[in-house]
Every structure is written in structure tokens, then in C-alpha cells.
């Protein structure tokens, strides 16, 4: 299994070092999110990242199809994978606190796909005809890999036909787990493509301390986030015990965009506590607790076929996160 972990752009100078420390410990990507209201540009954070690393894999974990027209993305993550020598992924999902901030509607489906396929065209230096017109970025020539990211059934199955992984964000239980790798197949299998063309990335909320409650209550944000995410739209085939499915749903009510993944007393922090969702949501999203149980959570993870774990290190202390989990997990593992 290989490792990967997301850093939060807040400040570009500690960006630097976080990236840095995440490849000295054994980290073989790093991500950045994509959020113009909330944090520093995503491709300017990328490219600090790309100067103070020179082995891990980078790119957004994850970009969107509504802010940025598929020639501007091209054209970014081509110059990224320029700069980096060739180390850049494009991770892209439906779209969460960047449209939600702007008051837009994630992106559907097709519009999911028709926006890969212009990507897939542009990297590789072909015109595209996209909604009727025909785009071009002239100068790109090497293909960056495309990494999806899905949580629903149909998500899953769409990414399993077209992208080269899959950033999977539907939860971290052996269940959920052994389903949603059967959906990517599906797709797999669906798009005429040979099994395991898609890699299996699973998306974890992460903090490690001496005490699996301490740990816990620091990013009680980060699960409602996940929750609040994954659980939108439908509860169709998203594997959620019917005693939590009112709870679950007022969560997609309560949840404020404003305060996406912020630390402190937000609203957003105690939603999990007041719906009675933080032991469901930690277990289903998370990656938390002492070292011990970091560690087992991962093996469980590993032992279901994901091939790599993108950690999400948010908390006060992000840097010990990262330290935390490359000396007690990554290496004993």
C-alpha cells in the first residue's frame, strides 16, 4: 500500500515544510484541496509543494468541473506536471466547498464525464469539442493520470469506466469497503476495461494522539464534513443503518459551507455530537485514535484491496499528525 496525505493551504510557508516532512517520513503523494473562498490557490499551493519536494506525487485531492473550464485545467495541472518533472496526478471530484461557497450545484454525472473526456483530449495535445465548442490547449503532450473521486453507486461505476483511480470516499469498514471496490469493478467491467485499471485510493480523516478521544474531538469538523458530503443527494446504496438515516439527513441541512473543515467551536463541530453521529461517522471516515489503532484501522483498509490511503491532516498541530503517522504507522506497517 502506498501513502499519500492532503495538506491544507493555509499558509504557503508552512505548505512548504509540511511537504517537505511528509516525503522525508515515507509519503508517496500529496494532495492539496481545492477552495478559492476558503484557502490560498490551489495550483500556486501546488506549485510550493512541487518546489520543496522532488519524489512524491502531487495534485489537487481535488479539483472541480464548475470553476475552471477543462482548457484552464489542462493547462494548470500540464505546467504542474512540467515543473514537478513529471510527478503530477489531476484529482477531480463533483465539487463541494468551492461550488458551495459560490451557491452552485455539484456537477452531475454527465457533466462529470463529459468534462474528463475534454481533460483526457487536451493533456494529450487534441482539440475537443466541448459543449458545442471546440477547445485545445496546443503546447501539453504528456497525459497526467485522472483520479476521481465518488462516494454514491453510480459515482463509483462511472469512475470504474474512465478514470485511471479512484478516490473513494464512502467509508473506511471492511462492508463498505468490500462494496464499494465491487462498484468500481462494475464500472470496470461495464467500460470494457480489464480489472484493476482503476487503482482504489481511500480518503481518510486523520488524527493520531495518546487517547482515541482526544483525537476524536479535535476534528469532529472533519466528520461532519464527510458525512455531510458523502451523504448528499440520496442515501440510495450508501450503506446507512436505518436508526441513523433522519440524523444523517438533517446533517445535509445543518451543515454551513462557510465553515468547511475549520477548527475551533464551529457549527459544524458539534453536529455530530448533537445528531448522534460522531462514534458512526469516526468509524465509517476516519483514521483516528492512538497509534495502535491507526495502525490496525490501516491494516483493515490494506487487507480490503485499496492500493493507496490519502490522509487528511487537519488539526492544530497538522505537522505531528503527519510525523505521527509516518513513524508509528507507516513504518510499522
Known amino acids: 500500500m502506498k501513502f499519500g496525505v492532503g495538506i491544507v493551504p493555509h499558509d504557503l510557508t508552512k505548505t512548504a515544510v509540511s511537504a517537505r516532512l511528509a516525503e522525508d517520513l515515507g509519503f508517496d503523494y500529496i494532495g492539496i484541496p481545492d477552495s478559492q473562498s476558503l484557502w490560498r490557490e490551489l495550483y500556486l499551493s501546488l506549485s510550493v509543494v512541487a518546489n520543496a519536494t522532488s519524489k512524491v506525487r502531487i495534485g489537487p485531492t481535488v479539483t472541480n468541473a464548475l470553476t475552471r473550464h477543462p482548457a484552464v485545467a489542462a493547462s494548470a495541472i500540464a505546467t504542474l506536471n512540467e515543473i514537478s518533472g513529471g510527478r503530477a496526478f489531476l484529482g477531480i471530484g463533483s465539487g463541494d466547498s468551492a461550488i458551495l461557497n459560490l451557491g452552485l ?3 452531475r454525472l454527465s457533466e462529470m464525464k463529459e468534462y474528463i473526456e475534454a481533460l483526457r483530449a487536451l493533456l494529450s495535445g487534441q482539440s475537443h469539442d466541448y459543449r458545442g465548442r471546440s477547445i485545445h490547449v496546443q503546447w501539453s503532450e504528456n497525459p497526467v493520470p485522472i483520479v ?29 469497503l468490500a462494496d464499494t471496490i465491487a462498484r468500481i469493478k462494475e464500472g470496470e467491467r461495464a467500460a470494457g476495461r480489464p480489472g484493476g485499471s482503476a487503482e482504489v485510493w481511500a480518503f481518510a480523516k486523520c488524527n493520531i494522539s495518546d487517547r482515541r478521544e482526544d483525537a476524536i474531538n479535535e476534528i469532529k469538523m472533519a466528520l461532519a464534513a464527510s458525512g ?36 475551533g467551536e464551529t457549527r459544524n463541530a458539534a453536529l455530530s455530537d448533537e445528531l448522534g453521529l460522531t462514534d458512526f ?24 484491496g485499496v492500493d493507496h490511503l490519502l490522509i487528511l491532516a487537519i488539526s492544530s498541530e497538522s505537522d505531528n499528525i503527519i ?3 509516518g513513524e508509528e504507522v507507516i513504518a510499522r506497517l
Open 105 to 107: 450545484r455539484p456537477a
Open 148 to 176: 476521481m473521486s465518488a462516494e454514491g453507486p453510480k459515482t463509483l461505476a462511472l469512475a470504474g469506466g474512465i478514470a485511471d483511480a479512484v478516490i473513494i470516499h464512502s467509508g473506511l469498514t471492511t462492508d463498505v
Open 228 to 263: 455531510h458530503h458523502a451523504f448528499r443527494f440520496t442515501l440510495e446504496g450508501k450503506n446507512v443503518p436505518e436508526e441513523l438515516q433522519e440524523s444523517v439527513m438533517a446533517l445535509q441541512g445543518e451543515y454551513v459551507p462557510s465553515e468547511h473543515e475549520q477548527l
Open 281 to 304: 461517522l469516526a468509524d465509517r471516515f476516519a483514521v483516528a485514535g492512538t497509534p495502535d489503532e491507526c495502525l490496525e484501522k490501516v491494516r483493515t483498509i490494506k487487507d480490503a
Open 323 to 325: 510525523r505521527r503517522f
